[in-house]
């Protein structure tokens, strides 16, 4: 076997780097969705306030863009919900108590299920808790729809 000079060795390395980064979208679209992407943030824990910051029913948008997530209250229930569009990765934002996507006509109701456009997945639920008074959102877990009535993908409230 040939001896490897420096110059071969990092040539190698990089065109080794190159092939990975190129070929990890391929890979990533084939295996199909991850937990983390889900929230766009796979940071863990975020404690997003008391359980008085969302004493009334609508959406919170304070997580929205810094960790990819609204706090959503609604029918005696708290839950938090993407604010990254199922369909193109878009921003999502609220515009008058609905969800919408920056990039295309998509429609979300405020429980993250499509309405319109061309979105056929719901946005993922992020698990949240509660410790005491506090809300606590981990971005690093998602619910899917059928999973959203599972422990920790909601928390009651009065």
């Known amino acids: 076997m040939a001896e490897m000079?420096?110059?071969?060795?990092?040539?190698?390395?990089?065109?080794?780097?190159?092939a990975t980064v190129i070929s990890l979208p391929v890979l990533q679209a084939a295996e199909g969705p991850t937990t983390a992407p889900a929230g766009g943030n796979s940071g863990?824990?975020?404690?997003?306030?008391?359980?008085?910051?969302?004493?009334?029913d609508g959406v919170?948008?304070?997580?929205?863009k810094t960790n990819k997530f609204f706090i959503i209250r609604q029918d005696?229930?708290?839950y938090a919900v993407s604010s990254?569009?199922?369909?193109?990765?878009?921003?999502?934002?609220?515009k008058g108590g609905v969800l919408t996507c920056g990039k295309h006509p998509g429609k979300f109701d405020l429980t993250g299920t499509p309405t319109g456009g061309p979105p056929k997945r719901p946005l993922a639920r992020?698990?949240?808790?509660?410790?005491?008074?506090?809300?606590?959102?981990?971005?690093?877990?998602?619910?899917?729809?059928?999973?959203?009535?599972?422990?920790?993908?909601?928390?009651?409230?009065?």
């Open 5 to 18: 000079n420096r110059r071969s060795f990092l040539f190698a390395a990089a065109a080794a780097t190159a």
């Open 44 to 56: 863990g824990p975020v404690h997003a306030g008391t359980l008085a910051d969302f004493d009334k």
């Open 60 to 64: 919170s948008d304070k997580f929205a």
């Open 76 to 78: 005696g229930k708290l």
């Open 84 to 94: 990254i569009c199922s369909h193109a990765r878009g921003a999502i934002s609220v």
């Open 126 to 158: 992020l698990a949240i808790s509660k410790d005491g008074d506090n809300v606590v959102v981990d971005t690093s877990k998602s619910f899917t729809k059928d999973e959203w009535e599972k422990p920790g993908a909601y928390i009651t409230v009065a």
